[in-house]
């Protein structure tokens, strides 16, 4: 079965740091385009960060540049996002998506709180 799951998700205090990681199963992340998505309450999910195919070249939404880091380890088959320099703002549900050509897969998300 072909699936991903997050995990790392949690309650973090402003200015600290929190790693997401998306466990693929039923098939190599090397061969799929890996991204983060993140959705808070009522408004529409949201690209975070992206990693393409064997790791070659990254893309951040801009309010994530230089706080954010997609990373991926094939050995482990898992993906990363580095959270540092919380904010408030980045409260949401991260989603973790592998993609390539017409197919698609999605996790289940892991909630991210951003609180004092």
């Known amino acids: 079965q072909l699936q991903v799951a997050e995990s790392g998700g949690g309650l973090v205090q402003p200015g600290g740091s929190l790693r997401l990681s998306c466990a693929a199963s039923?098939?190599?992340?090397?061969?799929?385009?890996m991204s983060w998505y993140r959705q808070a309450p009522g408004k529409e999910r949201e690209l975070v960060a992206t990693?393409?195919?064997?790791?070659?070249?990254?893309n951040y939404v801009d309010s994530v540049k230089g706080r954010f880091t997609i990373s991926r380890d094939s050995a482990k088959n898992t993906v990363y996002l580095q959270m540092n320099s919380v904010k408030p703002e980045d409260t949401s549900v991260y989603y973790c998506?592998?993609?390539?050509?017409?197919?698609?897969?999605w996790g289940q998300g892991t909630p991210v709180t951003v609180s004092s």
């Open positions: 039923g098939f190599s992340i090397s061969d799929y385009v």
């Open positions: 998506n592998a993609m390539w050509g017409t197919s698609t897969f």
């Open positions: 990693v393409t195919r064997f790791g070659v070249y990254t």
